[in-house]
């Protein structure tokens, strides 16, 4: 599990699996969030603004990351 520790009060979905090292870059998180490829605390979510805030829960291929 990966875990992301905020600099500011969020982060934004497609940047944090950017940091987490899960995808290479932002056309890759945008596609992998179109095709329902990810959840957020347990739902899938088709935003990749979405913001996440400490206690987060982001998983992806078998791949968790926590934010706080």
Known sequence: METITL???YIKLGQALKAA???ESGVDAKFAIQD???KVN???TL?????LYAGDMVEYRGNRITVQ
């Open 36 to 38: 329902g490829l990810v």
């Open 47 to 51: 935003q990749r603004g979405k913001k």
């Open 42 to 44: 347990g739902a899938v």
């Open 21 to 23: 090292g899960l995808v």
């Open 7 to 9: 600099k500011d009060e």
